[in-house]
T-cell receptor
Framework: AQKVTQAQTEISVVEKEDVTLDCVYETRDTTYYLFWYKQPPSGELVFLIRRNSFDEQNEISGRYSWNFQKSTSSFNFTITASQVVDSAVYFCALRVWGRDDKIIFGKGTRLHILP | NAGVTQTPKFRILKIGQSMTLQCTQDMNHNYMYWYRQDPGMGLKLIYYSVGAGITDKGEVPNGYNVSRSTTEDFPLRLELAAPSQTSVYFC??????????????FGPGTRLTVT
């Protein structure tokens, strides 16, 4: 089965704290891609990062970092020194290999950054 | 590039009415997708298309129809609107299979209410 689980439904932290959003996936494929998307209050979906199954290097982009561990089937997302503008719903997603190239989304984690 | 555009942004329908949600992309992407997002939930795939003239059902196709006569356009048709179709609808596109850029790029969404 192909599945993405984001166990944290909602998280609240005070501004400047670090926060980690968890993502656990299931797939039988050996080749796959993982994604994170951000959905701010305005509603649009913003692509943040893509990671393929052959590349387990962690990635850092400014205050954002991603930790991909195949051994635990996890692709966690950390925001360092959070800001109010980081308040959004964050979706983890898995691309399954197939004709349709469809993406399976987790249910999302709603992140509140409190001033 | 405008990216992926959707019209209308908001719509209220009465039960039994029909309408077409428009989606256009100017990135020459082969793959296009329609998702719905119910409150507090992730995205569910309704229909997708891997190229002009080709469409396939996704996870929740009942009550919807699509067509793909051109690469740019992928309209979603609701024939007999039902309250269960109240949702936010997102259109997305990606360049194609086997490409390094596997991210789907999303439109701004259409918020539909059926009463």
């Amino acid at each position: 089965a192909q599945k993405v689980t984001q166990a944290q439904t909602e998280i609240s932290v005070v501004e400047k704290e670090d926060v980690t959003l968890d993502c656990v996936y299931e797939t039988r494929d050996t080749t796959y891609y993982l994604f994170w998307y951000k959905q701010p209050p305005s509603g649009e979906l913003v692509f943040l990062i893509r990671r393929n199954s052959f590349d387990e290097q962690n990635e850092i982009s400014g205050r954002y970092s991603w930790n991909f561990q195949k051994s635990t089937s996890s692709f966690n997302f950390t925001i360092t020194a959070s800001q109010v503008v980081d308040s959004a719903v964050y979706f983890c997603a898995l691309r399954v290999w197939g004709r349709d190239d469809k993406i399976i989304f987790g249910k999302g984690t709603r992140l509140h950054i409190l001033p | 590039n405008a990216g992926v555009t959707q019209t209308p942004k908001f719509r209220i329908l009465k039960i039994g009415q029909s309408m077409t949600l428009q989606c256009t992309q100017d990135m020459n992407h082969n793959y296009m997708y329609w998702y719905r997002q119910d409150p507090g939930m992730g995205l569910k795939l309704i229909y997708y298309s891997v190229g002009a003239g080709i469409t396939d059902k996704g996870e929740v196709p009942n009550g919807y129809n699509v067509s793909r006569s051109t690469t740019e356009d992928f309209p979603l048709r609701l024939e007999l609107a039902a309250p269960s179709q109240t949702s936010v609808y997102f259109c997305a596109s990606k360049i194609g299979s086997g490409n390094a850029d596997n991210a789907q790029y999303f439109g701004p969404g259409t918020r539909l209410t059926v009463t």
